[in-house]
């Protein structure tokens, strides 16, 4: 079933979902929707290595994406910390609010 | 093959049908005359009377909590792989990930030391 | 079905191992003692240990390992100890630093030294999964480190603002090893290289350009190349100085050690044109923005922060000469990127450490106007950051001319004459802010409004300082020691 379907459709998709992250990270203002679209773009990224395995019938691609998923894990979990620490000062996750430095 | 994906489609069509028949009954007046009263236009969550506005702010501490469960939850990616050949690896393999473990306990000990764990 | 168990040689990865073991034993001495400077000072000494065993491993030949997922060749291990130099000279600048603010705290030191291992990993690795992890190690410690001022806002949002971008850049970077991957099936970068040099029809596919260009752009932002630049004034301003100072030499450094084994392995024969003309252009307008936006500010800190992007273009133009004519040419470049980078790593963080060392004490801050007088207050560090301030132009006999020299004769050799010129005109502008500095220091001594009270001079920050600006001179007098050491570096 899953053969069936060409690798350019997973690429397509892998693409969309990029761009898509990408864009809201270059739009959004909310500092967690932001860090929201990161993660979709990693899982793009994962999405192209997990079809480029199976196309190419190599194991490396899958090994990537766990270690892409355990980084993507513990970036979530420090950037969560830096906003809560960030929240102490300041009650906003609006990114345009963080406006301290300047020159 | 685009055939493969044709009970995909016709279960899309009895779930879409189904879901405009289930939310478009009770609109006819036939079936479902309107008499409401107060108790029965109050929300039900288990037997709770409802409080407050379903839009609350969650304490900023529980993210805490919950970037330490991602850590730990992330981390059994790699024993499951482990597992699946853990008879083939033998000594290695345990020695190996004996390594990942105790790199793993020491940051635990580590935050608990730290006091990450105290909810306050 | 057997598995084959392969034999690891765990000496060749010894200067990691070492960084790594020190930074969980900081962490277990964190939990045991409540003095934290002690953490510190073991940090510096654990760093000197470290470096012990780089020395015989210069001397051996190149030893693949870990089924060739890193190598351990002259090249890695030069970088071993720029990393490490780095990280022990900005420990050095943060035992005072954190002390003076009263946040000693053994998380900094443990970090530090984390992200150290993960620049000598990104260094040693000859496989892009190997590259993304050392990659992630680095930034994730970084993140935290710019933001690790908590009563401090800016310190916050230095913080958030090199985590949203960073993660972004990653993002990008691993698209671009994702398209690699499926251009050539494999993420090891001699069989990518060798995969195309048996693949002749295959050596101008869309899809590994596309990556090439993306894990291009991902490298851009790491090394605070313009136009993907905009995180660094904010991040270095406002991150903790001694950070900025660890972060400023040392993920440059990184960047460049990943970019430059990746493009002259993997890419050294396919798309060397496109790469070769993309990384010109990175260079010119690099150099040419962060200088210009230098002039306009007002700050030290945040001057050098732009100054830093700068120095990124400089050292683009050494990574644009690596296609060049013939071996011994390429050997050139990458020997003087190498010594740009150690050069760098000297007289910047040197010149962190006057700003470190002056911030706060008494009504001074990081403004250029709190520079005034400081030749009659404290004599010696206006004199050092003299030295830092000549050197980083690039004037002779310090080590940034050095640096300049070879680094803009790799670009002559490979026919790049003009990026060479573009690059000294950039330094002639870069003189203007440099010494605007040195004319503040020494020149405005008459204004009476002034303060006057001597500046306190610890002893962990005098010693990086006295060390960065002994070796400024010393090198830039007789050079020959350094480039010998930067000739080994070959890759395996």
Known sequence: MIGAVPLSYYLLLSAILFTIGAGGVLIRRNAIIILMCVEMMMNAVNLTFVAFSSYLDSATGQIFVFMVMVVAAVEVAVGLALLVELNRHKEAVNIDEFNSLKG | MPTDYIPVLLFLGVTFTLSVVAVGLPHIPFINPLRPNKAKSEVVESGKLAYGDAKRKIPIQYYTTAMLFILFDIEVLFFYPWAVVFWELRWYGIMAMSVFTLLLVIGFAYEWRKGAMEWD | ?492
Request: glycine share 8%; aromatic share 14%.
């Open chain 3, 1 to 492: 079905m057997p598995i084959e168990f392969p034999v690891l040689n765990f000496f060749a990865l010894s200067p990691i191992i070492v960084v790594i073991v020190l930074a969980l034993v900081v962490m277990f001495m964190d939990m045991l003692s409540s003095d934290k400077t002690v953490l510190g000072y073991l940090t510096v000494f654990g760093l000197f240990g470290a470096l012990m065993p780089c020395v015989p491993l210069l001397n051996q030949t190149k030893a693949p390992t870990f089924q060739n997922m890193v190598v351990s060749d002259g090249y890695a291990v030069v970088f071993y100890i720029i990393f490490i130099v780095t990280a022990l000279l900005s420990s050095l600048i943060a035992l005072t630093y954190l002390e003076n603010r009263g946040m000693q705290q053994g998380e900094y030191y443990i970090l530090i030294l984390l992200s150290t291992s993960g620049m000598m990993l990104m260094a040693a690795s000859t496989d892009l999964i190997v590259t993304f992890l050392g990659l992630e190690i680095m930034s994730i410690a970084l993140y935290v480190l710019a933001g690790f001022n908590r009563r401090s806002i800016s310190s916050g949002e230095a913080g958030l603002k090199y985590f949203l971008l960073g993660a972004f850049a990653s993002a990008f970077f691993l698209y671009g090893v994702a398209f690699i991957y499926g251009a050539t099936g494999s993420t090891n970068i001699h069989e990518i290289g060798g995969w195309f040099s048996t693949n002749e029809i295959y050596q101008s596919n869309p899809i590994a350009l596309v990556g090439l260009a993306l894990l291009i752009i991902g490298f851009a932002f790491k090394v605070a190349a313009v136009p993907f630049h905009w995180w660094t004034p904010d991040v270095y301003h406002g991150a903790p100085t001694s950070a900025t100072a660890f972060m400023a030499v040392g993920a440059k450094a990184a960047g460049f050690a990943a970019l430059v084994r990746i493009l002259a392995i993997s890419f050294g024969g396919v798309f060397t044109v496109q790469w070769q003309i993309a990384i010109s252009l990175l260079a010119v307008i690099t150099m040419t923005s962060g200088n210009i936006a230098a002039l306009a500010q007002k700050d030290v800190k945040r001057m050098l922060a732009y100054s830093s992007i700068a120095h990124a273009g400089y050292l683009l133009v050494g990574v644009a000469a690596l296609p060049a004519s013939n071996e011994l040419y390429r050997v050139q470049a990458v020997s003087g990127l190498l010594f740009y980078l150690m050069s760098y790593a000297f007289m910047n963080i040197g010149a962190f450490a006057v700003v470190a060392l002056l911030e706060k004490q008494g009504k001074i801050g990081t403004k250029l106007s709190d520079y005034t007088t400081l030749s009659t207050r404290q004599p010696f560090v206006a004199f050092v950051m003299l030295l830092f301030m000549f050197s980083l132009t690039g004037i002779p006999p310090f080590i940034g001319f050095w640096g300049k020299w070879y680094i803009f004769w790799a670009a002559v050799d490979a026919n790049l004459g003009w990026l060479a010129a573009i690059g000294m005109i950039n330094s002639a502008i870069s003189a203007f802010y440099y010494l605007s500095v040195v004319v503040q220091m020494y020149m405005h001594t008459e204004q009476a409004d002034v303060e006057t009270t001597p500046i306190a001079l610890p002893a962990p920050i005098a010693i990086a300082v006295t060390v960065t600006a002994m070796f400024t001179l010393l090198f830039g007098l007789w050079p020959t020691p350094l480039i010998n050491l930067m000739s080994l570096a070959v890759f395996g």
